[in-house]
């Protein structure tokens, strides 16, 4: 007896050790603690997740110093400083919007020379077609693509989220007409939808951001049904349901919850491609009315000035490509941390 | 039988979609703040000329009424009368519409004939130098404005080098004599493929980067099934268990992703039109907007989402090309 038994206790011993108080033998491969260790092995995540950061830095000191100070601007207090819009930029830097004086207008980036003159360190990018400094016109855009990009998302991870879980939970002729009704908005390409939603209700960008929101709904709706309709049928609805529980307690307690990792992710992505979208309608000229600096709308007057100055198009193009870049990267980190398949 | 009998569903199922299309751009063109009216003939009409646009556009009946004979035109292929053009929206539409499909078709079989080989090279050698260049190289496509591709390739192709042309479309079909410049149709091919080069490589990069990711994970799914170990096992080469096994296998969500780009391919049309000064639809809309002509508008929007289903419904008839065990519900 004994002899059969000794080859064999050491492994039960070591497995006992593992499932008992030896915590970190056992590893929980859910949760956000889990999530963030993985991210944060991940070298190409980190990077997403750093140029999102430093992006989401400058549009934040942009919108503050734009908002913030155009407020302040109402109280003559502030007037004797000369507190306007840009307060910040325009002390120490100069306006993003409005024409300087005495700054020469196609400036070349430090390091190359035009007809205009040498690139000087003053405006380390150059300057554009009236003499406004890129670098700075480059972080003050970052404003609306960071906002709209953003709160577009929102707008269409809550409504797509709500969607696709009242359809998946309910099923039946509720499913059926959501999702067709989804179908439809998703017949109309993502552009022409915005383009359709500004031509009725204008180019404010409320309307922009609710439109590219709702453009996205289907998306998310598909997603987070097709998990809810796997999570519908599981023991704990059906004990919630037996307990007593509201559906709308169901919905938003229990199922929205246990489906919202791949909705997540969509939802990291989806700002990339909202971005993109925002910069495609600036570009077109329906998005923020200048003055006001956005990327896509500096990439549509620097065509006219493309031969002589081809940097004027590149900056904002390289803003638009590395913004979009960390999102995506980002996104896929989460993914890859979030899917047990890669976790191995 | 089964085929003709699924196409035929697949379609009758695309008809409430595109109704619903046409309802929520009718109701989109009448939540419009303000009177037509007012934007077609500008401050202060005279009450005879009111009623007589009020009469000839229909504008007198109820809401619904217009709405019922809005969708009983468009089933005659009539789509209203432009604004701005004053001539049928459908005549513009079909004036426009090649243009378009020249453009989307030719960058999609850029996309498809570079995404493939190289999601399926990327897979193969996983974690190698051609598969880190391939997955930078799509990521940036997948993360850059289309517009501003076609932008660095004006500049570089057009403004700098001189190499190919970057405005005024020449379409393959136009008549040599027509054409500044050419003489025979071949003249006129090849200027048209010129001219077409940049286009379709500034609008394909965005679909040729999402088809590569989609393929290379697919690809590298597969790869580790089963079966492809098994054939590993009994020492099927590499290069017939990639071909035969595993490529076909992995197709079923490309062509699912392929078809759902297009979403994303009119939307990149219509900016690559404006950069390429391409007399397209995309254009189209985006003047008609700025002139608010909304039968116009409508008639795009609709035209575009009929584009969208279109080719949505080929893809899916497409699986059976792809994968014979799809079944038709013939056996169901």
């Given at each position: ?23 970190p033998a056992i590893e929980a491969r ?77 400036l070349p980036p430090v390091g190359f ?39 577009a998302t929102v707008v269409g991870f ?187 | ?332």
């Amino acid at each position: 007896m004994a002899t059969i038994d000794e080859p064999d206790s050491p492994t039960t011993q070591d497995a006992i050790d593992e499932m008992g108080d030896g915590e970190p033998a056992i590893e929980a491969r859910v949760g956000w603690r889990y999530t963030l260790a993985q991210i944060r092995k991940d070298p190409t995540a980190m990077t997403g997740l750093f140029v999102i950061a430093v992006v989401g830095v400058l549009a934040a000191f942009a919108t503050i110093d734009s908002i913030l100070f155009e407020y302040l601007a109402q109280y003559q207090v502030f007037a004797q400083f000369g507190v306007e819009k840009y307060w910040i930029a325009k002390t120490v830097w100069m306006s993003p919007v409005s024409e300087p004086v005495g700054t020469p207008r196609l400036l070349p980036p430090v390091g190359f020379e035009n007809q205009f003159g040498a690139g000087t360190w003053a405006h380390p990018l150059g300057t554009d077609d009236r003499g406004r400094d890129i670098l700075l016109r480059i972080i003050y855009g970052s404003r609306i693509a960071v906002t709209v990009g953003l709160s577009a998302t929102v707008v269409g991870f809550v409504s797509g989220t709500v969607v696709g879980a009242v359809s998946g939970y309910y099923g039946d002729w509720v499913d059926d007409a959501l999702m067709r009704a989804a179908e439809t908005l998703f017949a109309i390409p993502f552009l022409v939808l915005v383009l359709a939603f500004i031509a009725v209700f204008g180019r404010s960008l409320t309307f922009i951001v609710f439109g590219v929101g709702i453009a996205s709904i289907p998306t998310f709706a598909r997603l987070i049904r097709s998990r809810v309709v796997s999570i519908r049928e599981e023991d704990y609805i059906e004990a919630a349901r037996a307990a007593g529980v509201t559906d709308r307690n169901i919905i938003f307690r229990h199922v929205i919850p246990n489906s919202f990792t791949p909705v997540l992710v969509q939802a990291t992505l989806q700002v990339g491609t909202a971005i993109l979208i925002v910069a495609g309608l600036s570009f077109l000229g329906f998005g923020v009315q200048p003055p006001t600096p956005s990327w896509g709308q500096m990439l549509a007057v620097s065509r006219n000035y493309m031969i002589p100055n081809p940097w004027f198009s590149i900056w904002p193009g390289m803003a638009i490509l590395i913004t979009v870049v960390g999102f995506n990267i980002f996104g896929d980190g989460l993914r890859d941390a979030l899917d047990p398949r890669f976790n191995n | 039988m089964g085929l003709v009998r699924y196409t035929t569903s697949r379609v009758l199922q695309a008809i409430p979609v595109l109704l619903g299309v046409v309802t929520i751009t009718f109701v989109l063109a009448n939540a419009i703040p303000g009177d037509p009216v007012q934007i077609m003939l500008g401050p202060s009409p005279s009450q005879t000329q009111i009623e007589a646009i009020r009469a000839r556009y229909g504008l007198n009946e109820p809401l619904w009424v217009r709405y019922v004979n809005y969708v009983a035109a468009l089933l005659t292929g009539d789509l209203g009368q432009s604004i701005y053009y004053d001539v049928p929206v459908t005549q513009k539409i079909l004036e426009r519409l090649p243009a378009t499909l020249l453009l989307m078709l030719s960058s999609y079989t850029f996309a498809i004939l570079t995404a493939i080989p190289l999601g399926v090279i990327s897979a193969k050698r996983r974690n190698k130098l051609t598969d880190h260049v391939s997955r930078i190289v799509s990521l940036i496509g997948v993360s850059t404005p289309s517009f501003w591709i076609g932008l660095m390739m004006i500049l570089i192709f057009a403004f700098h080098t001189n190499l190919l042309p970057s405005t005024n479309l020449v379409m393959p079909w136009a008549d040599p004599a027509g054409i500044r410049g050419a003489e025979t149709r071949l003249d006129v091919l090849v200027m048209a493929g010129q001219h077409l080069l940049l286009p379709m490589v500034s609008l394909g990069t965005l679909q040729m980067a999402a088809i590569t990711r989609i393929e290379r994970s697919e690809m590298l799914d597969v790869l580790t099934e089963e079966y492809v170990k098994l054939a590993r096992a009994y020492g099927v080469a590499e290069q017939t268990i990639l071909r035969k096994h595993a490529f076909r296998n992995a197709q079923l969500p490309v062509i699912t992703i392929i078809g759902l780009q297009l979403s994303s391919a009119i939307g990149g049309a219509v900016l690559t039109e404006v950069v390429f000064e391409i007399n397209g639809m995309g254009r189209l809309i985006v003047d008609s907007i700025a002139r608010q002509d909304y039968p116009l508008i409508m008639g795009t929007t609709i035209v575009f989402a009929f584009v969208f289903v279109v080719g949505v419904i080929v893809t899916d008839l497409s699986y059976a090309y792809v994968d014979p065990r799809v079944s038709y519900g013939e056996a169901e």
